[in-house]
């Protein structure tokens, strides 16, 4: 096996273009990477990679044998899958990926339950708000909020997500309350975007009675974090744009208020996404069939 982690440790440098970002999606240590990868080159007499103290990059050799050992790796999964649909017991590890949002308040609390009835998978779950590449990154599942782009992965749609805008009593207070887009932009209200690098949302399209119009926001703070917004938002700093499921228990508190009421967001789409060569692994099936559920239920509960 240790020819196959060599070989797997390669595809992720390649892919990840970094020895030490490669190390921790492997969960292991730059030196340990850097040592897989070169008893990789001892045994095939070449260099795959060429080395310098601000970049590595692939040799001609190194582009020559990725799609090998890529395909190596599939056939194992396929091999693995099969092993694994025959004996009906889905074992291994998976690696999934989810807005901070869902994943805090959904995914997270569902993972006891998900691992009592399937203990012989383990999930390593990563929560961000930023956009994720699934293939790049290695991930097995990825659930995404907002609209999908072409691609061709694997895509199972969960449910549509009502968004809300909303701000803090005090704030409405202070500020006034706004009825509609027309005023957030009018009235200069600090609005709270979230943002992050290679983000393309600068502006909130609204529902108006002449369809989507999408306004201009501004405001003192932005964050790549979605609970921060909502955050500051309890603090009166500005008024945020949700999914309601994120921020249902402010809402019934009181401490959150709907504004600009008269053109509401329009909803967000929850999906499940997987690469269309991991679909149909048994590990992957059974997770994703198990939190989509959970997923469809607690949004309802919201």
């Not at 609390?109 to 708000?129: G, T």
């Not at 119009?213 to 500051?232: A, H, N, Q």
């Not at 967000?268 to 994703?288: E, G, I, N």
Request: aromatic fraction near 6%; charged fraction near 25%; charge should be neutral.
């Amino acid at each position: 096996m240790a020819y196959v982690s060599n070989i797997r440790m390669f595809v992720r440098v390649y892919e990840l273009g970094s020895m030490s970002a490669a190390a921790r999606d492997q969960r292991t240590s730059p030196a340990v990477a850097s040592s897989r990868i070169a008893d990789l080159e001892r045994h095939l007499g070449v260099r795959l990679f060429n080395r310098t103290t601000r970049a590595l990059r692939p040799t001609e050799h190194g582009r020559l044998f990725y799609d090998g050992a890529r395909g190596i790796l599939e056939a194992i999964e396929t091999a693995e899958t099969a092993v694994m649909e025959a004996t009906q017991s889905p074992r291994g590890t998976l690696f999934v990926a989810a807005p901070l949002g869902l994943g805090r308040r959904i995914l997270a609390p569902a993972m006891k339950a998900f691992r009592a009835k399937y203990p012989e998978i383990d999930v390593r779950l990563r929560l961000s708000d930023r956009m994720v590449d699934v293939t790049a990154e290695g991930l097995d599942l990825a659930f995404h909020l907002g609209v999908l782009q072409d691609s061709d992965l694997k895509v199972r749609m969960i449910a549509d997500c009502p968004r809300v805008l909303v701000a803090a009593p005090d704030y409405i207070a202070r500020k006034g309350m706004p009825a509609d887009g027309e005023a957030l932009v009018r009235d200069r209200h600090d609005c709270l975007n979230l943002r992050f690098p290679g983000a393309q949302e600068f502006q909130w399209t609204l529902k108006t009675p002449d369809g989507p119009k999408r306004y201009e926001i501004s405001g003192p703070f932005e964050s790549d974090d979605g609970d921060v917004l909502t955050d500051w938002a309890l603090m009166g700093c500005g008024v945020i744009l949700k999914p309601e499921f994120e921020i249902a228990e402010h809402l019934r508190s009181g401490a959150l208020i709907p504004v600009a009421t008269a053109t509401p967001p329009y909803p967000t789409q929850l999906a499940c996404l997987s690469p269309s060569r991991r679909h149909r692994d048994p590990k992957v099936q059974v997770f994703s069939d198990f939190m989509v559920a959970h997923c469809r239920e607690a949004l309802k509960a919201a």
